[in-house]
């Protein structure tokens, strides 16, 4: 798998990244994602068929499925049924899913966060690793900065290493190569994209945000999450349970103190008040939404600049 550009775009969920950004990416010459959590198995298969329109048969998209959630073995299932290019998985890791994916010829991908977690991964099969520092939106699983981690991780496995986490221009991506990633993976800045998949008021959230606006909330995953201020993350930052609609019961290991699933799918929604809005760590340096072929000639105009191309 050779994409034209060394950019992986984030499997976001939910509903951030589905049909319409991941085949932009792909047409534009990266790998997109399209995010199963959040959805049902047969909406997945829907956007998966979709973007195969989209993108005419060509450039590469795979699925990321969590492992966190309690339809993960059937959406995983699902998504190699469906021929995807590959499929990657973060909040956890198993033998079983790297073994569904060997046995279908469709590579999987482990996000990891620690050097101790690619061997693992690369030793019960996985395909390649993305290494995600601290920096990253939604849920984050270390407290270590990208660029700490990502030579470690380098040294560690043999397997193709991603970086992720607070990417966001052409110099990140030519300080990742240099350390010795194959590639970056970006999501926030591909919020901010006229083809996303969430509604303008979320990504007009992007970019309106300041330094400020951004923060730590724990969510009933058990993890924290970097998301954008809002009266939502006051109400669950002080000490009371949360009244919710609805309890959507997703998850294997719950706090059940509010419902995390019922929050996305409320900010993405449109409610950006009421709902979680997660963002990475440099959300505050995005000024516009641009088209995601725009995005990604920007990021390598600045790579070429960084490392000294005409």
Known sequence: MIPRVPILQGGMGVGISLSGLSAAVANAGGIGIISGTGISIEEMRTHIRRVRVLTKGKGYV??????????????????????????????????????????????????????KLAKISERLGAAAVVVEGCEAGGHIGTDRPLFDILPEVVRAVKIPVIAAGGILTGEDLAKALKVGASGVQIGTR????????????????????????????????????????????????????????????????????????????????????????????????????????????NIMEEYKKAVGFS
Not at 106 to 115: F, G, K, M, R
């Open 190 to 297: 591909f919020v901010a994209s006229e083809e996303c998949d969430a509604p303008l008021a979320f990504k007009q959230k992007y970019v309106d945000a300041q330094e400020r606006d951004i923060m730590m909330v724990k969510t009933t995953v058990g993890l924290y999450g970097r998301a954008i201020k809002n009266q939502f993350t006051e109400l669950i930052n002080s000490v009371d349970k949360v009244k919710i609609a609805k309890c959507h019961d997703c998850l294997k290991n719950c706090s059940y103190r509010f419902c995390t699933l019922d929050s996305l799918l409320r900010s993405v929604g449109g409610d950006v008040e009421n709902g979680l809005v997660f963002a990475g760590a440099r959300v505050q340096d995005i000024k516009d939404i641009l088209p995601v072929q725009q995005i990604i000639n």
């Open 62 to 115: 795979g699925v990321n499925v969590l492992f966190a959630m309690k339809d993960f073995a059937e959406k995983m299932k699902a998504a190699i049924e469906e021929r995807v290019d590959f499929i990657i998985s973060g909040a956890g890791i198993s033998r079983d899913m790297y073994a569904w994916g060997k046995n279908a010829g469709v590579p999987v991908i482990s996000i990891v966060s620690s050097a």
